[in-house]
């Protein structure tokens, strides 16, 4: 079993940066693949960055250059660095398994990027 929690989120003006954080607690989140994902208002949740086992990243398109996951085995955490935030870049963002796997979904932290 796996418990997934995030946090880091807020309000930040176009341009600023935000770091996302998700612990999770369980034997397998060592060996497993991990994804941030994110659900505008309205829209379906999309996935933003995944990272494997030993390290190898990929992004979405929209936040190329822009986010950085990172994971931190020993202390069961998967990061993500959000810089130069974009208005389009509003969502609840999650963090879970490739694929996810329903019951791990936690609560979510909010990013609201406003002036």
């Known amino acids: 079993q796996l418990q997934l929690v995030d946090s880091g989120g807020g309000l930040v003006q176009p341009g600023g940066s935000l770091r996302l954080s998700c612990v999770g607690s369980g034997s397998i989140f060592s060996s497993a693949v991990m994804c941030w994902y994110r659900q505008a208002p309205g829209k379906q949740r999309e996935l933003v960055a995944l990272?494997?086992?030993?390290?190898?990243?990929n992004y979405a398109d929209s936040v190329k250059g822009r986010f950085t996951i990172s994971r931190d085995n020993a202390k069961n955490t998967v990061y993500l660095q959000m810089n130069s935030l974009k208005p389009a870049d509003t969502a609840v963002y999650y963090c879970?398994?490739?694929?996810?796997?329903?019951?791990?979904w936690g609560q979510g932290t909010q990013v609201t990027v406003s002036s």
């Open positions: 990272i494997t086992i030993g390290g190898r990243t």
């Open positions: 879970n398994l490739s694929p996810p796997v329903t019951r791990y």
